[in-house]
Nanobody, 126 residues
Protein backbone atom coordinates (compact mmCIF):
# COMPACT_ATOMS: atom_id res chain seq x y z
CA UNK A 1 0.00 0.00 0.00
CA UNK A 2 1.51 3.34 -1.06
CA UNK A 3 1.84 6.08 1.50
CA UNK A 4 1.53 9.70 0.42
CA UNK A 5 2.64 12.65 2.51
CA UNK A 6 1.81 16.23 1.61
CA UNK A 7 3.76 19.25 2.80
CA UNK A 8 4.20 22.90 2.02
CA UNK A 9 0.89 24.33 3.14
CA UNK A 10 0.59 27.43 5.24
CA UNK A 11 -0.83 30.91 5.60
CA UNK A 12 -0.27 33.36 2.75
CA UNK A 13 -1.72 36.68 1.70
CA UNK A 14 -3.84 36.99 -1.41
CA UNK A 15 -1.63 37.26 -4.47
CA UNK A 16 1.09 35.17 -2.87
CA UNK A 17 2.51 31.80 -3.78
CA UNK A 18 3.02 28.39 -2.22
CA UNK A 19 4.47 25.15 -3.48
CA UNK A 20 2.98 21.93 -2.22
CA UNK A 21 4.87 18.66 -2.31
CA UNK A 22 3.62 15.10 -2.06
CA UNK A 23 6.14 12.37 -1.41
CA UNK A 24 5.23 8.77 -2.15
CA UNK A 25 6.61 5.59 -0.67
CA UNK A 26 7.58 2.53 -2.66
CA UNK A 27 9.09 1.91 -6.07
CA UNK A 28 6.10 2.19 -8.36
CA UNK A 29 5.51 5.95 -8.25
CA UNK A 30 6.51 6.46 -11.88
CA UNK A 31 3.80 4.08 -13.12
CA UNK A 32 0.84 6.08 -11.89
CA UNK A 33 -0.89 9.34 -12.66
CA UNK A 34 -1.03 11.71 -9.70
CA UNK A 35 -3.47 14.40 -8.77
CA UNK A 36 -4.29 17.17 -6.35
CA UNK A 37 -7.69 17.76 -4.83
CA UNK A 38 -8.88 20.21 -2.20
CA UNK A 39 -11.65 20.38 0.33
CA UNK A 40 -12.92 23.56 1.93
CA UNK A 41 -14.99 23.49 5.14
CA UNK A 42 -18.53 22.34 4.45
CA UNK A 43 -17.77 21.48 0.83
CA UNK A 44 -17.01 18.32 -1.06
CA UNK A 45 -13.52 17.40 -2.15
CA UNK A 46 -12.89 18.84 -5.61
CA UNK A 47 -10.42 18.23 -8.39
CA UNK A 48 -7.56 20.72 -8.76
CA UNK A 49 -4.95 19.23 -11.09
CA UNK A 50 -3.61 15.93 -12.43
CA UNK A 51 -0.53 14.74 -14.26
CA UNK A 52 0.02 11.58 -16.23
CA UNK A 53 2.57 8.96 -15.23
CA UNK A 54 4.89 10.18 -18.00
CA UNK A 55 4.29 13.91 -17.34
CA UNK A 56 3.02 14.06 -20.91
CA UNK A 57 -0.41 15.32 -19.93
CA UNK A 58 -1.67 17.72 -17.33
CA UNK A 59 -5.19 18.84 -16.51
CA UNK A 60 -6.49 21.64 -14.36
CA UNK A 61 -9.76 22.77 -12.90
CA UNK A 62 -10.98 25.94 -14.58
CA UNK A 63 -10.74 27.77 -11.27
CA UNK A 64 -6.95 27.31 -11.08
CA UNK A 65 -5.97 27.25 -14.74
CA UNK A 66 -3.20 29.73 -15.44
CA UNK A 67 -2.34 30.09 -11.75
CA UNK A 68 -1.40 26.57 -10.62
CA UNK A 69 1.13 24.20 -12.15
CA UNK A 70 1.43 20.49 -11.42
CA UNK A 71 4.69 18.68 -12.00
CA UNK A 72 6.45 15.53 -10.87
CA UNK A 73 9.94 14.22 -10.30
CA UNK A 74 9.86 10.44 -10.68
CA UNK A 75 13.43 10.14 -9.42
CA UNK A 76 12.31 11.68 -6.12
CA UNK A 77 8.89 9.99 -5.97
CA UNK A 78 7.37 13.44 -5.58
CA UNK A 79 4.58 15.43 -7.18
CA UNK A 80 4.36 19.20 -6.80
CA UNK A 81 1.71 21.86 -7.04
CA UNK A 82 3.00 25.37 -7.62
CA UNK A 83 0.29 27.83 -6.67
CA UNK A 84 0.61 31.45 -7.74
CA UNK A 85 -1.75 34.43 -7.49
CA UNK A 86 -3.53 32.78 -4.62
CA UNK A 87 -7.04 33.91 -3.75
CA UNK A 88 -9.02 33.57 -0.51
CA UNK A 89 -11.26 31.05 -2.26
CA UNK A 90 -8.25 28.75 -2.65
CA UNK A 91 -8.33 28.20 1.11
CA UNK A 92 -8.78 24.49 1.74
CA UNK A 93 -7.06 21.30 2.80
CA UNK A 94 -5.12 20.04 -0.20
CA UNK A 95 -4.76 16.32 -0.79
CA UNK A 96 -2.65 14.39 -3.25
CA UNK A 97 -3.89 11.15 -4.70
CA UNK A 98 -2.54 8.35 -6.83
CA UNK A 99 -4.40 7.06 -9.85
CA UNK A 100 -5.91 3.62 -9.57
CA UNK A 101 -4.40 2.06 -12.69
CA UNK A 102 -0.71 1.93 -13.62
CA UNK A 103 0.21 3.36 -17.02
CA UNK A 104 -3.39 4.49 -17.38
CA UNK A 105 -4.82 7.74 -18.64
CA UNK A 106 -4.86 10.91 -16.60
CA UNK A 107 -7.79 10.71 -14.21
CA UNK A 108 -9.77 13.66 -12.95
CA UNK A 109 -12.60 12.06 -11.01
CA UNK A 110 -12.26 11.45 -7.32
CA UNK A 111 -13.21 7.82 -7.84
CA UNK A 112 -10.23 7.37 -10.16
CA UNK A 113 -7.80 7.83 -7.30
CA UNK A 114 -7.20 4.96 -4.91
CA UNK A 115 -4.72 6.33 -2.39
CA UNK A 116 -4.68 9.62 -0.52
CA UNK A 117 -2.40 11.56 1.74
CA UNK A 118 -3.47 13.16 5.01
CA UNK A 119 -3.69 16.63 3.51
CA UNK A 120 -2.03 19.98 4.08
CA UNK A 121 -3.84 23.18 5.02
CA UNK A 122 -3.62 26.20 2.74
CA UNK A 123 -5.07 29.44 4.07
CA UNK A 124 -5.17 32.57 1.93
CA UNK A 125 -5.95 35.81 3.72
CA UNK A 126 -7.53 38.78 1.99
Amino acid sequence: QVQLEESGGGLVQAGGSLRLSCAASGRTFSRYAMGWFRQAPGKEREFVAAISWSSGSTYYADSVKGRFTISRDNAKNTVYLQMNSLKPEDTAVYYCGRGVNPYGGTPRGIGDFGSWGQGTQVTVSS
